[in-house]
């Protein structure tokens, strides 16, 4: 995959150095500087509130286009569960999916297969882990990010298993590989993704080193070419349907944990709600015998991604309706090729909050960060471009903001300069 | 140079709700200064025991906590009713929480059993009809 380094991103031109983004940003990684949005890459976890806030429409996520297509002798697309969500009345799944082949991909292969088989290795993970319970879900990039970096007591709660479009990937290569004889690199694996988090996630693997996924492509940039093409192949689609109601019920809230069949979970979305979640749980206010936490970054769960089209509520009930014509599940058909599923690569906490590397210093500057809050007016105003006085005290005990950043005290500075220019000149 | 960080928490028994918000400010503090994840997670489970404690027994009362290279020290100054009997007190599962407060899920008769459990030492001076000062310290 081409390093995207993280997805989202800023369209210079088109920002108007207004407040919205760094008001909005749950990690406080957003400061306007000299009228232009920065983002501190590092405490960016692409949740992609930034861009769904911005008036200007000045954020947006990298991401691949389709015409990279051409770059491989074959192409399998990786539609996500919530994919099916975006377009109205569907009844047969294969209908879309044969769609996605009159649109140029060769094959395709469902996430939501191989997101049966992570829910299997989900139940035995979590019934064999009690130590571990409650067991967070780490099918959300952004939440497992998040967790890396405001929450270092719960990366051991993380569930140590990739993410179904990872294992869809490595499925469909392995499959594509062995109907086609081709070699692994002349097969591009294509993933029709719901947000900028994948992007990043196929770029930097969470748990894993390499990603299968060789494009990321946002669903709303396929969506009217798919559209088109369902209308053409709706009298007789294909059989490619592999996967059932606990696979699809993934692109919404409550369909990961759904699939673990247990009560005992607790399932939440939208990021101020997650961080909600993950500070109770962090106080143990959570009962012990807890074993699952569902987290999605987006309200609704992925049918709420940045990169949709249909409003997330509206998507959820279509889903909900067209799982009535699914069986419960299809994993048998997916377990033809390799699903191990589990992480081989350690999952560390991130700690870019700190403010410095050692005590002493880190204290100091604690210190001169409280004394600099007692200056300021504390309306959080964010005319300094830091969302928060507090924010602003910060960079400047960092030494990227100075004091007269803040609106108020700079007019007392005015005001007593010119206090002294008519003291020096006598009026 | 700051040898000792101070910070005080005015704890209020108006909003059973905001029972916490001391050792969640304190918890982003900790993490700010990169204290470690384990020590974090004791004082803030100390500290939230504590918090409770105050709003459920006392009306309220003031969280002082003293930051240093060495050590954290969380002062919880209250003017409740005091504690009868304190052995009794630091009894897992002993408890003296109304039925409305059970119903909440706490009062189970563990806080200050988990205050112990999580801290280095624990110092409680009390008075009947007084109040209840608690002192805990968390070694570095």
Redesign the interface.
Known sequence: MENYGKSVYLLENQCKGCTNCIKHCPTQAIRVRSGKAVITTDQCIDCGECIRICPHHAKKAKRGFIDAINNYQYSVALPAPSLYAQVNHLEDVNILLTALKDMGFDDVYEVSAAAEIISEESRKYVAEHKEKWPLISTACPTIVRLIQMRFPNLVDNLLPLITPAELAARQARARAMERTGFPADQIGIFFLSPCPSKVTAANSPIGHEKSEIDCVLAIKDIYPALVDSMKIVAGNPEELAISGKIGISWGITGGEAGGLLSDSYVAADGIENVIHVLEDLEDEKFSSDLEFIELNACNGGCVGGVMQVENPFAAKAKLQKLRKYLPVSAVHAAKTYPYDAKWDKEVEYLPVFELADNLKESMEKLNQIQELCKKFPGLDCGCCGAPTCRCLAEDIVKGIAKETDCIYILKDYLHKLSENIDKISGV | ??DV?TFTYEVSDEDFTRA?EA??DV?K?L?????S??V??RV??AL?EGEINMVIHANGGTITIL?S?ESITMILDDKGPGIPDIEKAMTAGYSTAPDNVRNLGFGAGMGLPNMKKNTDSIDIETKIGVGTKVTMVIN?
């Open positions: 140079m700051a960080l916490g050792s969640s918890k503090k993490k700010k200064l990169g204290v994840p384990d974090i997670r803030s489970i939230y930051i290279e570095l």
